[in-house]
């Protein structure tokens, strides 16, 4: 027990890191020494909290399940704060390491083809699998569906890895944005589905919140992607007059 609680702290320090610098990369100038500052700050923030949720899951898994009373039923317990806590700290984690990659990258988009990168993703499609068909048995419908977000985001990210001629330019830059916002929503809805309910803990199955980093991530994805579409789309030039 001491363990976890200490695991606990560092996860809500490296929790609030993340989801206070979050936002610095989403109101400050793309490509900014600030954009980049607070986006490194956030990356490395949830890096560590997703590190952390995992073995916070593991440890959940194998008890006690009176750290919170509130639930009693124990498979429902060890869906709740063992798998899905994993699987959101794995889907965090993929979402920074590939948000990062296809900048990094962004010259030589067949890098993320490698192992080292097509493991972190497959260990996302795994782990949500497995939460989507655990929330089935235990009749949590919001596992599957946080399940199914995560599994059809990374197979968005093969599509861009794996298509066969090279994509439009500026094409990472949209990539970049939602794997980051993705990350973000990942991390939020860690954060109200498991650690807001010590507090609340009769909102547990409240689709409120559980829905709602969805779609306020969702939208800024959509904001941002019409946004860099716009910005590289080639300028019409306006009627020029007749030489005389």
Same mark, same amino acid.
């Given at each position: 027990m001491e363990l976890f609680e200490a695991l606990v702290v560092a996860h809500v320090v490296t929790g609030t890191v993340g989801l206070a610098a979050f936002w610095g990369p989403v109101v400050t100038r793309k490509g900014a020494s600030?954009?980049? /500052?607070? !986006?490194?700050?956030?990356?490395?923030?949830?890096?560590?909290?997703?590190?952390?949720?995992?073995?916070?899951?593991?440890?959940?898994?194998?008890?006690?399940e009176w750290r919170h009373p509130e639930i009693t039923d124990r498979a429902l317990f060890d869906g709740l704060f063992g798998w899905m806590m994993l699987y959101l700290g794995v889907l965090t984690i993929g979402f920074v390491d590939y948000g990062l990659a296809v900048v990094r990258h962004s010259r030589d988009r067949r890098a993320l083809r490698r192992l080292r990168y097509q493991a972190v993703i497959a260990a996302v499609v795994v782990s949500g699998a497995w939460c989507g068909i655990y929330?089935? /048995?235990? !009749?949590?419908?919001l596992m599957m569906l946080v399940a199914f977000i995560g599994i059809v985001a990374m197979l968005i990210q093969q599509v861009y890895i794996w298509r066969p001629g090279d994509p439009p330019r500026g094409t990472y830059i949209g990539e970049h944005f939602r794997a980051l916002i993705g990350m973000g929503i990942s991390a939020y809805t860690a954060f109200m589905s498991v650690g807001l309910i010590r507090l609340v803990p009769e909102q547990v199955f409240n689709p409120a919140i559980w829905a709602g980093p969805s779609v306020i991530g969702v939208s800024l994805i959509l904001y941002f992607t019409i946004r860099a579409q716009r910005a590289s789309a080639p300028k019409v030039s306006g009627v020029r007059p007749h030489p005389q």
């Amino acid at each position: 027990m001491e363990l976890f609680e200490a695991l606990v702290v560092a996860h809500v320090v490296t929790g609030t890191v993340g989801l206070a610098a979050f936002w610095g990369p989403v109101v400050t100038r793309k490509g900014a020494s600030n954009h980049r /500052k607070w !986006g490194k700050a956030a990356c490395y923030g949830f890096l560590g909290a997703g590190s952390l949720a995992i073995a916070m899951a593991l440890l959940s898994l194998y008890g006690p399940e009176w750290r919170h009373p509130e639930i009693t039923d124990r498979a429902l317990f060890d869906g709740l704060f063992g798998w899905m806590m994993l699987y959101l700290g794995v889907l965090t984690i993929g979402f920074v390491d590939y948000g990062l990659a296809v900048v990094r990258h962004s010259r030589d988009r067949r890098a993320l083809r490698r192992l080292r990168y097509q493991a972190v993703i497959a260990a996302v499609v795994v782990s949500g699998a497995w939460c989507g068909i655990y929330g089935f /048995k235990v !009749g949590h419908p919001l596992m599957m569906l946080v399940a199914f977000i995560g599994i059809v985001a990374m197979l968005i990210q093969q599509v861009y890895i794996w298509r066969p001629g090279d994509p439009p330019r500026g094409t990472y830059i949209g990539e970049h944005f939602r794997a980051l916002i993705g990350m973000g929503i990942s991390a939020y809805t860690a954060f109200m589905s498991v650690g807001l309910i010590r507090l609340v803990p009769e909102q547990v199955f409240n689709p409120a919140i559980w829905a709602g980093p969805s779609v306020i991530g969702v939208s800024l994805i959509l904001y941002f992607t019409i946004r860099a579409q716009r910005a590289s789309a080639p300028k019409v030039s306006g009627v020029r007059p007749h030489p005389q």
